[in-house]
C-alpha cells in the first residue's frame, strides 16, 4: 500500500544473487515486456550495437519483472530479455541490478502505487477507511500487472547480500504507516476517532489487513473474495 515518495537516497551495491522469487498469478509475457523491445536503429539502419532506444519502457518492464518475481528472483539474464538490451547496455543506462531495482521501485511508486494516497484525501474518516479497502480491492485486481504489492513481495525474504533492496521496501513501508497514522490523529483531533482508540494500534491493525489482501490476492482470490473480506474487515470497524 505505498505511500511514501522514494528518494534518490543509495542504498546500492554490485553483488550477483541467486534465488526463486514470486510466481503466482502474474506471468511476464510478450504482450506485457513488448514495450521495452522497441526497434533499436544503428547509425547504418543494419543490424549492430544499439544507438537508441525507448529507456521509459526498458525500466517499466524491468519494474514489472521485479513486480513478479521480486528481487533475488529476478537475474540479470531475465532482465536482459525483458527489457530488450543487454547487459553493457543496462549497466551504461541504469547501473547495476540494485541500482535498476532502485528506479523500479521509484517508478512503482510513482506511476502504479497512489491508490492508498487518494483514499486518504477523503474528508471523513469513514470514507477515509472504505477507500483504503476499496481502493486496493481494484489496485490487486487490476490486469496487466502482478496481483500483489510490490513493497510486499519485491525484497521480502532476501539474502544479507540482497539487504539494500530490503530495506528500501522495509522504509518504505515504514513511512506508509507514518502517513496513515498522521491521517487518523487528525480524525482523533475532528472527534472521529474515539478518544479510547490507540491511534498506533489502529494503524498497524489496518495496515495488517490491507497488506494481507495482498497476499490473498498472490494466492489467487478473485475480485468477489477479496472484497468479501474487505466487507468482513470493515463490519468489525464499525462501518
Same mark, same amino acid.
Given at each position: 500500500m505505498p505511500l511514501f515518495n522514494l528518494t534518490a537516497q543509495s542504498y546500492?551495491?554490485? &553483488?550477483?544473487? /541467486?534465488?526463486?522469487?514470486? /510466481?503466482?498469478?502474474?506471468?511476464?509475457? *510478450? @504482450?506485457?515486456?513488448?514495450?521495452?523491445?522497441? !526497434?533499436?536503429? &544503428?547509425?547504418?539502419? %543494419?543490424?549492430?550495437?544499439? !544507438? @537508441?532506444? *525507448?529507456? *521509459?519502457?526498458?525500466?517499466?518492464?524491468?519494474?514489472?519483472?521485479?513486480?513478479?518475481r521480486g528481487f533475488e528472483g529476478t537475474s540479470?539474464?531475465?532482465?536482459?530479455?525483458?527489457?530488450?538490451?543487454? @547487459?553493457? @547496455? !543496462?549497466?551504461?543506462?541504469?547501473?547495476?541490478?540494485?541500482?535498476?531495482?532502485?528506479? =523500479?521501485?521509484?517508478?512503482?511508486?510513482?506511476?502504479? =502505487?497512489?491508490?492508498?494516497? %487518494?483514499?486518504?484525501?477523503?474528508?471523513?474518516?469513514? %470514507?477515509?477507511?472504505? =477507500?483504503?479497502?476499496?481502493? &486496493?480491492? =481494484?489496485?490487486?485486481?487490476?490486469?496487466?500487472?502482478?496481483?500483489?504489492?510490490m513493497t510486499l513481495s519485491g525484497a521480502v525474504g532476501c539474502s544479507v547480500d540482497a539487504a539494500p533492496a530490503r530495506d528500501i521496501m522495509t522504509e518504505i513501508r515504514k513511512q506508509n504507516e507514518a502517513v496513515m497514522r498522521e491521517r487518523f490523529v487528525k480524525a482523533r483531533k475532528s472527534g472521529e476517532l474515539p478518544k479510547d482508540v490507540n491511534v498506533d494500534d489502529y494503524t498497524r491493525y489496518l495496515s495488517t489487513i490491507i497488506a494481507g489482501l495482498s497476499i490473498q490476492a498472490a494466492n489467487g482470490s478473485t475480485k468477489a473474495e477479496l472484497k468479501r473480506t474487505a466487507q468482513m474487515a470493515l463490519r468489525h470497524l464499525g462501518y
Open positions: 546500492m551495491c554490485n &553483488t550477483h544473487y /541467486r534465488c526463486g522469487g514470486w /510466481r503466482t498469478g502474474f506471468t511476464i509475457v *510478450d @504482450s506485457n515486456i513488448g514495450l521495452a523491445k522497441k !526497434i533499436m536503429k &544503428t547509425g547504418n539502419g %543494419k543490424t549492430g550495437r544499439p !544507438i @537508441s532506444f *525507448d529507456k *521509459d519502457a526498458a525500466l517499466e518492464a524491468a519494474m514489472l519483472l521485479f513486480w513478479e540479470m539474464a531475465d532482465l536482459t530479455q525483458a527489457m530488450g538490451l543487454n @547487459s553493457p @547496455s !543496462i549497466y551504461a543506462a541504469f547501473g547495476d541490478k540494485h541500482a535498476l531495482f532502485q528506479l =523500479a521501485v521509484k517508478r512503482y511508486m510513482k506511476m502504479r =502505487a497512489q491508490y492508498a494516497g %487518494k483514499a486518504l484525501e477523503e474528508p471523513t474518516l469513514e %470514507k477515509v477507511v472504505r =477507500a483504503l479497502f476499496d481502493n &486496493t480491492v =481494484a489496485f490487486l485486481t487490476t490486469p496487466g500487472h502482478p496481483a500483489r504489492c
